[in-house]
């Protein structure tokens, strides 16, 4: 039979560890770039070792904290976007919102034809504005005219 004592701490002993995890965690990434700049000032060793953990452990340049993360306290556009075409149980509001969406649709395609015809009639006026210039060029230089020497047969210069 096995007996067990009160004098154990209770979640073990990384349990203070994760508990100042889940602290920082819940104030965001400029808290532990914080204690990470005040661990490398006082204790350098520790300091290395927790930009070792960052960077390898909790994902530092993730999008988010683990805690938002795990606990769903942040909002991502990601998984918004998943949900927006799903139904909401609410048959006027779906109707409503696949209305508006089509007609953004439409406003978006009709936006993108004008953007096109804008594009093009800038290409048509520049292409025109250069064959103008050309032109101008080529007559200036028709008008004046290269005489050959008297002696030179025709084909000569």
């Known amino acids: 039979m096995y007996t067990t004592t009160d004098t154990a701490r209770p979640g073990g002993i990384f349990y203070p560890l994760r508990r100042a995890e889940a602290w920082l965690d819940a104030r965001g990434k ?3 770039i914080a204690i990470l700049v ?3 000032i006082f204790v350098w060793p520790v300091g290395l070792a927790l930009l070792a953990y960052m960077i390898w452990g909790k994902q530092m340049f993730a999008r988010s904290c683990g805690h938002r993360r795990n606990h769903d306290h942040g909002h991502s556009w990601g998984r918004h976007a998943m949900r927006a075409g799903q139904p909401t149980g ?13 007609r953004l649709e439409e406003e978006q395609e009709a936006f993108e034809a004008f953007l096109q015809r804008l594009r093009t009639s800038k290409d048509k006026t520049e292409f025109d504005s250069f064959m103008d210039e050309r032109a101008k060029a080529t007559a200036a230089q028709d008008t ?8 030179a047969r025709p084909g000569e210069y």
């Open 30 to 32: 400029w808290a532990w």
């Open 38 to 40: 005040l661990a490398f």
């Open 90 to 102: 609410n048959r006027a509001f779906d109707d409503y919102k696949a209305q508006a969406l089509r």
């Open 144 to 151: 004046v005219d290269v005489k050959p020497e008297t002696g």
